[in-house]
């Protein structure tokens, strides 16, 4: 059930493997049921008509919260795939579980899931073993997560993915400003991922914050005229200054 | 003159060529010298002995405060290699340049120099143009930047580099907190970086914050007991929101 980003994915590498079949897609959403229908079943009832060991519900958090409880009558097992949202949400009377692949999902970009990590969550052996044979078809780094445990990597996510990518918005600015291409800032932006493959985020920081450069600081913040950049700047630099225990 | 980390990489590079010698390497630090003293002539009185056609100050910011004021009788083209400071350091009786590459580097990790944007300045033609060459030797990208795009451009790289890197600090203490292995972000953080290979930083923003989710956002904030932590993501979901024409 769902038809977006994760649904479109989960869908695109399922039918790449012949142990997998999927029997039926539904969603609200006509439109979007397009995709899936040229492969399978379709339905826009919002429900689940064909029986299935796996019910997924890869749907929205929001959708998931107001579709998740009026849930009936599933013989299978019943699985969402949100991390931010436990696996209380499901039904109590149904065998329930989670199926979190942890990847940034973007429309028509296609993603090489042997390197996603699916974390997965189950109440029984017999589940747990089954999301497992699941996770391991299509990716090769299946790890159980429970739900705390989920709901705090979310937020590691958000850290990693989100906040870094406005990190490079920023930058961009930047460039932009005093006109040069952002591209000029590319090759920085790859070292400082690939150097965390040989050390630790912590050793691998450098900058005027690490080193205590007030007097680079202060250049830097007279440059900033955006008052929210400056905002964070000031932030970033007193956390930086905190974790390696320099003050301002 | 210098032995510290753009020194070595410099050096080390510089070697790589026949095109360039380098004549002579001085530095205050006699143990640093060792490394250069095998390959060159090394003296550590913190001036230029022998004649060259470049004079190259690969100090750090304050180092190069106080000594490039005080150099004296220098017969050619004198720069420095710092992406903080201006042209203007360097003292006027004398060709004048700055020769920034922009990376981060680390002690003992090898740098692909041909893919570092070496970001070069020069008072006139001539000496713009010795050091195009001598960027294009080492490098496939070389950038005209003057010293107030400079500027701008190494703030850029904070934010891009160290602020970045500090994301992923934050993003392996949540991990660490809830048990498990910061290895579980890295093709999230892969997709991150590859993502705006192909769109810019702000079309790939995705999340909480960018889709208004103020659900996910209080939960993410409960979750969070380091305040610094939580200043941040407060002040990042709000400039996100900013920048997407949402309101928290």
Redesign the interface.
């Known amino acids: 059930m769902g038809t977006g980003n994760v649904a479109r994915h989960l869908f695109d590498v399922f039918s790449e493997h012949d142990h997998i079949q999927v029997v039926e897609v539904s969603g609200r959403n006509k439109e979007s049921l397009d995709y899936f229908a040229k492969f399978t079943k379709t339905n826009s009832q919002n429900k689940f008509v064909e029986n299935a060991d796996i019910y997924i519900l890869a749907l929205s958090?929001?959708a998931l919260f107001s579709v998740a409880g009026s849930l009936r009558n599933i013989n299978g097992l019943l699985i969402h795939t949100s991390g931010?949202i436990s696996i209380e949400v499901l039904p109590k009377n149904v065998g329930r579980g989670v199926f979190y692949p942890?990847?940034?999902f973007?429309k028509n970009?296609k993603?090489d899931f042997t390197?996603?990590?699916i974390?997965i969550e189950a109440e029984n052996k017999r589940d747990f073993e089954l999301l497992h044979i699941l996770g391991s078809i299509i990716s090769n780094?299946v790890?159980e997560?429970n739900s705390?445990?989920r709901?705090?990597?979310?937020?590691?996510?958000?850290?990693?993915?989100?906040?870094?990518?406005?990190?490079?918005?920023?930058?961009?600015q930047?460039?932009g400003?005093?006109?040069?291409p952002?591209s000029?800032?590319q090759?920085?932006?790859?070292?400082?991922?690939h150097?965390?493959d040989?050390?630790?985020?912590?050793d691998?920081?450098?900058?005027?914050?690490?080193r205590g450069?007030s007097?680079?600081i202060s250049?830097?913040l007279d440059?900033?005229k955006n008052t929210?950049?400056k905002?964070?700047?000031l932030?970033?630099t007193?956390?930086?200054q905190?974790?390696y225990g320099e003050k301002l």
Chains 1, 2 share one sequence.
């Open positions: 958090d929001d931010a942890l990847q940034s973007t970009r993603v390197q996603v990590p974390c780094q790890f997560v705390s445990q709901s705090a990597l979310h937020l590691a996510a958000v850290f990693v993915n989100n906040f870094t990518n406005h990190m490079f918005h920023i930058g961009q930047i460039c400003d005093t006109k040069l952002f000029i800032l090759a920085l932006i790859n070292e400082t991922v150097k965390i040989s050390m630790s985020p912590f691998a920081q450098t900058g005027p914050a690490r450069d007097h680079t250049s830097h440059l900033l929210d950049y905002s964070i700047y932030e970033l007193e956390s930086i905190k974790t």
